[in-house]
C-alpha cells in the first residue's frame, strides 16, 4: 500500500470512527537549533505557547543539539514530567496529560537562559455547550 494510500485510509477511519478518541493536539517543541541556546514550544501553527487549555498533549520534541535537551515540569507540582538526553539528539513524541497550573521547560544544562513557562487553565469542555438559562421575570 502506498503512503498515500494509507493516510488517505487513516483519514476516513478518523472522519468515520464517532466513538473513537480523537487524536491528542499536537504540540512541537525545539531545543537548540544549530546549537544556538534556544528552546521554545510552540503550537503547530509556530505560535508560542502560552496558556492551554487542560489536557493530554503529544509533545514533539526535535532535539538538535548534543550540547541540549527539552525537559518539561510542573511548578505547581514541583515534578518533572520528562527528561530529554542532553547529549542525544532526534525526535521523540511524549504523550502528557496536564492538569491546571504553571508549568516550565528548559535546558537542564543551560536553565537559566534556555527556559519558558505556560499555564495550563480548567479544561474547556467542546461536548457541552453553555447556554444562558432563561429566566422568566417574577
Ligand atoms: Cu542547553
Redesign the pocket.
Known sequence: MTLLAALALAGFALATAGGARPANPVLVAKT?YHNA?TIALRFTNGKLVRTLPAGTYSIVVHDYSH???FALGSQTDNRRIFTGSIRGIGTRTYTVTLTPGNYAYA?S??FRT?NGTFVVTGASDSTTTATEPTTTGG
Do not use: D, I, K, V
Open positions: 537548540g541556546f550540547l541540549h535537551n535546558c544544562a543551560h534556555m
